[in-house]
T-cell receptor, first 118, second 108 residues
Framework: KAGVTQTPRYLIKTRGQQVTLSCSPISGHRSVSWYQQTPGQGLQFLFE???????NKGNFPGRFSGRQFSNSRSEMNVSTLELGDSALYLCASSITQGPGPFPNYGYTFGSGTRLTVV | GQSLEQPSEVTAVEGAIVQINCTYQTSGFYGLSWYQQHDGGAPTFLSY????GLEETGRFSSFLSRSDSYGYLLLQELQMKDSASYFC?????????FGTGTQLKVEL
């Protein structure tokens, strides 16, 4: 069973550019979440999609956006990149359908995309 | 809002037992998850407590007391490969909120 696939693994961009990251969830998983991980701020929730709808959004500026396709694959986009956007961006998939009883197998994370903004 | 507290670092010797505590304040509480992350790697799900009590999975156990807003992860028979960061993460709504993580160093 394939895991969560994130592409690319590494990316170097210049300030002001935009970037698109991709995530393919585990087959059958309809929920895809994105997280940003930095040494200073830890793991922070960006947004979550379920059946092509954004259900939850973290406290990030509008430069951060995402979408989910009908096959559950998801992309996130960061526009007008800033140096502070340098981070590991992690995608997680889950079969969870919403709040309430939580499946005991949790979220499965991809290996992440390491974005460096110079 | 959400508030999670974990020790930032714990050091133990190989073969020992270590307990990583997590205290939380969160709305819409649905239980407590634990994740392990090795340097440069992805967080990996370890366990979930939806109800009070102890859940055991091999060398790892996790405990939850909802009345005390407290949980812990217990690692037994520590191995060098257990050196990693450990996060408590209560699921809330459609997201996980991660604590700052505890870096566990296992020494010989």
């Amino acid at each position: 069973k394939a895991g969560v696939t994130q592409t690319p693994r590494y990316l170097i961009k210049t300030r002001g550019q935009q970037v698109t990251l991709s995530c393919s969830p585990i087959s059958g998983h309809r929920s895809v979440s994105w997280y940003q991980q930095t040494p200073g701020q830890g793991l922070q929730f960006l947004f979550e999609y379920f059946s092509e709808t954004q259900r939850n959004k973290g406290n990030f500026p509008g430069r951060f956006s995402g979408r989910q396709f009908s096959n559950s694959r998801s992309e996130m986009n960061v526009s007008t990149l800033e140096l502070g956007d340098s981070a590991l961006y992690l995608c997680a998939s889950s079969i969870t359908q919403g709040p309430g009883p939580f499946p005991n197998y949790g979220y499965t994370f991809g290996s992440g995309t390491r974005l460096t903004v110079v | 809002g959400q508030s999670l507290e974990q020790p930032s670092e714990v050091t133990a010797v190989e073969g020992a037992i270590v307990q990583i505590n997590c205290t939380y304040q969160t709305s819409g509480f649905y239980g407590l998850s634990w994740y392990q992350q090795h340097d440069g790697g992805a967080p990996t799900f370890l366990s979930y407590n939806g109800l009070d009590g102890l859940e055991e999975t091999g060398r790892f156990s996790s405990f939850l007391s909802r009345s005390d807003s407290y949980g812990y992860l217990l690692l037994q028979e520590l191995q060098m490969k257990d050196s990693a960061s450990y996060f408590c993460a209560p699921p809330s709504g459609d997201k996980l909120t991660f604590g700052t993580g505890t870096q566990l160093k296992v020494e010989l």
